[in-house]
């Protein structure tokens, strides 16, 4: 379900390129991919986020899946989206990366490449924005964390089933 980098069984990819391919075109297929790798299961990843969401202080957020997904006991708010964007924004490695409006990654072992487009149109449209994440699923319809920065000021902006997120 939902958006993908198309990735195959097998190919192997640095995890810099997985994290163009979630952050960028929210690859779905990426964000389990990254799950597995660092947590060994999905399921003992997930357990991480929430550990790490219990460590930032966050009372309305509970992860159930890597992705962002629609699933049952997954949820969180605009206040805790932001307070995870604050702190992500910290590494230097993240910011360079949702700040990139297009990037060149490998396609499997063939030739070829994927170009990868970040979706936040706000990047060029926004004289200051550095990021942060569109989202989108049925239920809780257009969603975006934004983050510009002017004159050493950085101010997040959370919107959550927004019809017209882009203004």
């Not at 297929?29 to 399921?43: L, N, P």
């Not at 930032?56 to 805790?80: M, R």
């Amino acid at each position: 379900e939902g958006t993908s980098i198309y990735l195959s069984v097998g190919e192997k990819l640095s995890m810099e390129h997985m994290l163009y391919g979630l952050m960028l075109a929210s690859g779905n297929d990426a964000a389990t991919a990254i799950a597995e790798h660092i947590g060994g299961t999905v399921d003992y990843f997930v357990s991480l986020m929430n550990d790490k969401a219990h460590r930032l202080g966050l009372v309305n957020t509970h992860f159930a899946n890597p992705h962002g997904l629609d699933a049952k006991g997954h949820y969180t708010s605009a206040y805790d989206l932001a307070c995870i964007a604050s702190c992500a924004l910290e590494n230097e490695d993240f910011l360079r990366i949702v700040s990139t409006e297009k990037k060149v990654i490998p396609l499997c072992e063939q030739q070829g490449a994927r170009v990868l487009r970040n979706h936040n149109k706000l990047l060029s449209a926004l004289d200051g924005c550095i990021g942060v994440k569109t989202g989108f699923t049925k239920r809780t319809g257009r969603c975006l964390v934004s983050a510009a920065e002017r004159d050493g000021m950085t101010l997040i902006a959370v919107t959550l089933n927004a019809p017209d997120d882009w203004r």
